[in-house]
C-alpha cells in the first residue's frame, strides 16, 4: 500500500496519495464478488483456459488452481558428494523441514521456503535447486557413465550437470547446446560451481537443429531435447507466463519442436535413445509431437515410461501441476532402430 502512495508521487500526482489510500484500505477491507467466469477467478487468459478445458476436461480446474499456489523448493544432491539421508540429516539439525521421496533417488522438497545461501551443503557445490519434475527427464534418459551424450536445449544448465554427474569423468562425454551465448554462460557456472566442468564436458553456442553447423558426425548414444514450449507447467514459478504467452505462440514452437525432432534424430546411433521433454501441458506439444513425429518416422520406436513419469499420454507421459508437488512436465522416450 505504501509502496503505491510512493508511486502516485513519483508520477506527479501528490494531491491523489489520500485518494489512492483510502481505495487500497477499502479494497482490503471489502472482498469482491467471485466472477462465474473461470479465466477472471482463475486468473488466466481465456485462450489459455479454453485450451486447458479441451486438453483436460476432467482436470482443468485443477491445474488452475496448482498455477496459482506458491511452487515448493527441490533440491537434488550430486551422489558423488552428498547422500539424501546426510542432507536430511543437516537440514533438520538446522530445523528445516524437508522430505525424501522414492520417485526421485537424489532429491529432497524443501517445505519451508528459505534462502539457498542458508542450505547446507550450497557453497561446496553438492547440492543444487531443481524441481522434481525436471529432474525426472535426466532419469528417463538414463545416461550411463561411458555414454556419448549431447543435451540439445541446455540452458539453464540444471540437466547439463545432472547428467554430468552420471557420467564417468574420465571416459563419459557430454556436449551441451544452446542457441544464446548469454544463456549458455549460465550453463558453464552451474557447472563450475558443482565442478563438474572438465574436458569432457563441452558447451557449444550454436541452433541444434542447423547441424551441420556443429556435429562433428559421431553418433550419439543418447540425446536429451528439453525443447522450447509454451512453458504452461511452470505457471506458478514465472506466473507472467499467462500473460506474455499468447493462442498464435503455440503453431511456432510446435513447428520448432518438429524442426528439432527430425534435425536431431539422425545423430543417434542405431539402438540410441532420445528423450523429447517439455515443461508445457498442452497436447499440441506433447502427445500430439510426439505422436506425429513417430508417424513419419520409421526407425523411432517409443520406450514405456513408468508411473514415475505420470499419467499416460499418447506415448509419452504427462505430469500435471502440483501433482506430487512437481511442475507440469512431458516426458517420451523414442530409440532408433538399427
Not at 564417468?168 to 552451474?190: F, K, M, N, S, T
Amino acid at each position: 500500500m505504501s509502496a503505491t502512495a510512493e508511486a502516485t508521487r513519483e508520477l506527479g500526482r501528490a494531491p491523489l496519495v489520500g485518494f489512492v489510500n483510502a481505495l487500497l484500505r477499502r479494497a482490503s477491507r471489502e472482498s469482491l464478488p467471485e466472477s462465474p467466469d473461470p479465466a477472471v477467478s482463475g486468473s488466466h487468459p481465456d485462450w489459455l483456459v479454453e485450451r486447458l478445458r479441451a486438453d483436460w476436461p476432467g482436470q482443468w480446474q485443477d491445474i488452475l488452481a496448482a498455477n496459482n499456489q506458491p511452487a515448493p523448493l527441490w533440491l537434488r544432491c550430486n551422489p558423488r558428494e552428498l547422500g539424501i539421508d546426510r542432507l536430511l540429516r543437516s537440514l533438520r539439525e538446522d530445523e528445516v523441514a524437508a522430505e525424501a521421496t522414492e520417485r526421485l533417488p537424489n532429491a529432497v522438497r524443501v517445505l519451508d521456503p528459505l534462502p539457498v545461501e542458508r542450505l547446507p551443503f550450497w557453497h561446496t557445490g553438492a547440492l543444487s535447486i531443481q524441481d522434481g519434475a525436471a529432474q525426472l527427464a535426466v532419469l528417463a534418459l538414463d545416461p550411463q557413465p561411458g555414454e556419448r551424450v549431447l543435451d540439445a536445449c541446455a540452458a539453464p544448465g540444471g540437466k547439463s550437470a545432472q547428467i554430468a554427474e552420471r557420467l564417468d569423468p574420465d571416459h563419459g562425454r557430454l556436449l551441451a547446446i544452446d542457441i544464446e551465448a548469454r544463456r549458455l554462460q549460465r550453463v558453464a557456472q552451474q557447472l563450475d560451481r558443482q565442478g563438474l566442468a572438465t574436458p569432457n564436458v563441452q558447451l557449444r553456442v550454436a541452433d541444434a537443429a542447423a547441424t551441420t553447423d556443429w556435429w562433428d558426425g559421431e553418433p550419439f548414444d543418447a540425446i536429451l531435447l528439453d525443447a522450447p514450449c509454451s512453458a504452461t507447467g511452470i505457471i506458478r514459478r514465472q506466473p507472467d507466463i499467462k500473460w506474455h504467452r499468447r493462442a498464435t505462440d503455440i503453431p511456432v514452437l510446435v513447428q520448432t519442436q518438429a524442426r528439432l525432432l527430425d534435425a536431431l534424430w539422425p545423430l543417434l546411433r542405431p539402438g540410441g535413445r532420445l528423450v523429447y521433454a517439455t515443461c508445457s501441458i498442452l497436447r499440441d506439444e506433447n502427445e500430439r509431437q510426439v505422436d506425429a513425429f513417430l508417424a513419419r518416422t520409421p526407425d523411432a520406436v517409443a520406450t514405456p515410461l513408468d508411473e514415475r513419469f505420470g499419467r499416460a499420454s499418447g506415448a509419452g507421459r504427462q505430469r500435471l501441476p502440483g501433482e506430487d508437488g512437481m511442475d507440469g512436465f512431458f516426458y517420451a522416450a523414442l530409440v532408433r532402430q538399427g
